[in-house]
């Protein structure tokens, strides 16, 4: 008789932090019998304000590097939070 192998389903969680847990135990190839191939963009880039700002070099010094987006000139975003 032969043993029928039991995949793991993926979680119904709506925490992004409860998610994050979840895959820090598992492995994506565990399930890959739930991925499908897409051929469009999932995400798409929201359109919205923008607002250029310049700014002298010792103010931008003074911005929190994880905030900083490289480019040039480099630029960083804001958070209304």
């Keep these: 008789m032969e043993k029928t192998i039991k995949r793991p389903k993926l979680p119904e969680i709506d925490s992004v932090e409860a998610l994050a847990g979840f895959w820090d ?3 994506l190839t ?3 019998h739930h ?3 897409v051929t469009e963009p999932v ?3 929201a ?3 923008s607002v250029s700002i310049e700014l002298r070099p010792s103010a931008l010094a003074r911005i ?3 905030l900083l987006i490289k480019g ?3 630029s960083f975003k ?3 939070n």
Excluded: M, Q, Y
Aim: glycine share 4%; net charge negative; charged share 40%.
């Design 43 to 45: 995400f798409v880039r």
């Design 47 to 49: 359109k919205g304000a």
């Design 35 to 37: 991925l499908e191939e």
């Design 72 to 74: 040039d000139p480099p």
């Design 25 to 27: 135990r598992h492995d």
């Design 30 to 32: 565990d399930f890959e």
């Design 78 to 80: 804001l958070s209304s």
């Design 64 to 66: 929190d590097p994880p």
